[in-house]
């Protein structure tokens, strides 16, 4: 009887866990390479042009930025195409109003009634996402 080998086990077990982690995403560039670099300055864009410099460590580089030289982690790089404008990456939303699917209150048919007498549109009008509070006086001491 034979006796499965050990070492392609493990080693096939290692490949496929390394595989299933860091996925197929290559994180790493070459001097010169078109990046898109996290910009944490204040009153700034989130992402900024450059190009790689240098590479400093395994995992880290050197990026120019407009003749400033920026240190990087690998995670804080993202490769773009040398055309690509600094924000492309940043997610655009629209100004879409929400107006739920559910009644659940009956308080949006109120609203919507109260917004077409009033002759505005109904999708400036947003329900509220909470109940409405009971407020009462304090009880004070009275001595």
Same mark, same amino acid.
């Given at each position: 009887?034979?006796?499965?080998?050990?070492?392609?086990?493990?080693?096939?077990?290692?490949?496929?866990?390394?595989?299933?982690?860091?996925?197929?995403?290559?994180?790493?560039?070459?001097?010169?390479?078109?990046?898109?670099?996290?910009?944490?300055?204040?009153?700034?864009?989130?992402?900024?042009?450059?190009?790689?410099?240098?590479?400093?460590?395994?995992?880290?580089?050197?990026?120019?930025?407009?003749?400033?030289?920026?240190?990087?982690?690998?995670?804080?790089?993202?490769?773009?195409? *040398? &055309? /690509?404008?600094? %924000? =492309?990456?940043?997610?655009? $939303?629209?100004?879409? @109003?929400?107006?739920?699917?559910?009644?659940?209150?009956?308080?949006?048919?109120?609203? *919507? &009634? /109260?917004?077409? %007498? =009033?002759?505005?549109?109904? $999708?400036?009008?947003? @329900?509220?996402?909470?109940?409405?509070?009971?407020?009462?006086?304090?009880?004070?001491?009275?001595?």
């Amino acid at each position: 009887m034979m006796k499965p080998d050990v070492t392609t086990t493990v080693v096939n077990k290692q490949y496929s866990s390394t595989a299933k982690h860091c996925g197929s995403v290559v994180r790493d560039f070459s001097k010169s390479d078109a990046v898109n670099v996290r910009d944490y300055r204040a009153n700034s864009e989130k992402w900024a042009n450059g190009r790689i410099h240098s590479q400093t460590g395994p995992l880290s580089y050197k990026v120019d930025i407009n003749g400033t030289l920026w240190r990087r982690h690998v995670d804080q790089i993202v490769g773009t195409s *040398k &055309d /690509q404008p600094s %924000n =492309s990456t940043s997610i655009v $939303t629209a100004d879409i @109003p929400f107006i739920p699917s559910v009644n659940t209150s009956g308080t949006t048919d109120k609203l *919507k &009634d /109260q917004v077409t %007498n =009033s002759g505005t549109s109904a $999708t400036n009008v947003e @329900p509220r996402r909470n109940p409405t509070r009971n407020r009462k006086k304090p009880d004070r001491l009275n001595l």
